[in-house]
């Protein structure tokens, strides 16, 4: 049973910075593609960035796109989301998640995920 630990979620101000890590075991991790989403309260869950095997591509949605910074560390088995100049919109539930398409931002491709870890950004 695979499985993806997040931490590093918290309260922080408008235009500040938070690092999430998401720690996987009973994995070959380098063997799979990492996503992050994110779910806000009365929302459904939303892309946010992926990132494949290598780290060598990158894809993020549009309204994180230069303010987030996907990375990981295969011999660590940890996937990074650097978030930086954050807005109250970013208020949100964040999952990583282990696929096999690291071209995709589609949930369904997606078929392991981590409990989340709460990121609130007071205005």
């Known amino acids: 049973q695979v499985q993806l630990v997040e931490s590093g979620g918290g309260l922080v101000q408008a235009g500040g910075s938070l690092r999430l890590s998401c720690a996987a075991s009973k994995l070959t991790f380098s063997t799979y593609a990492m996503g992050w989403f994110r779910q806000a309260p009365g929302k459904e869950r939303e892309f946010v960035a992926t990132?494949?095997?290598?780290?060598?591509?990158?894809s993020y949605a549009g309204s994180v796109k230069g303010r987030f910074t996907i990375s990981r560390d295969n011999a660590k088995s940890t996937v990074y989301l650097q978030m930086n100049s954050l807005k109250p919109e970013d208020t949100a539930v964040y999952y990583c998640?282990?696929?096999?398409?690291?071209?995709?931002?589609?949930?369904?491709?997606?078929?392991?995920w981590g409990q989340g870890t709460q990121v609130t950004v007071s205005s």
């Open positions: 998640a282990a696929g096999r398409n690291p071209y995709s931002s589609d949930q369904v491709d997606f078929a392991s």
């Open positions: 990132i494949s095997r290598s780290g060598a591509f990158t």
